[in-house]
């Protein structure tokens, strides 16, 4: 098993910064792609961006293209999402998932992904 706890998360206003980061309880995750959701209230959990296992791969949903960078640190078994540009509808419960090696889905799809975080709340005010 993999435990991922997710932390960073925060009230805002529009056009600030903030900075999620997810650790691992095992070394294993540096073999595994990584990824980011969130879920706003009423809606279905959505794809916000992967990495690959070596970083050099990464992938985002329109919406934070551009605002938005993920990173990792295998050696400290931890991802990383850095949030940019802050708006209103960025606002939901950001988690962070894990993609072994043996999971043949897409990174963007939430059923590709075999571990998950508890989720952090981020809420931007306008």
């Known amino acids: 098993q993999v435990q991922l706890v997710e932390s960073g998360g925060g009230l805002v206003q529009a056009g600030d910064s903030l900075r999620l980061s997810c650790a691992a309880s095992r070394r294993t995750v540096s073999a595994y792609t990584m990824g980011w959701f969130r879920q706003a209230p009423g809606k279905e959990r959505e794809f916000v961006a992967f990495?690959?296992?070596?970083?050099?791969?990464?992938g985002y949903a329109d919406s934070v293209k551009g605002r938005f960078t993920m990173s990792r640190d295998n050696a400290k078994n931890t991802v990383y999402l850095q949030m940019n540009s802050l708006k209103p509808e960025d606002t939901a419960v950001y988690y962070c998932a894990a993609k072994t090696t043996y999971s043949t889905g897409s990174y963007y799809q939430t059923a590709s992904y075999n571990y998950w975080g508890q989720g952090t709340q981020v809420t931007v005010s306008s």
């Open positions: 990495i690959s296992w070596s970083g050099g791969s990464t």
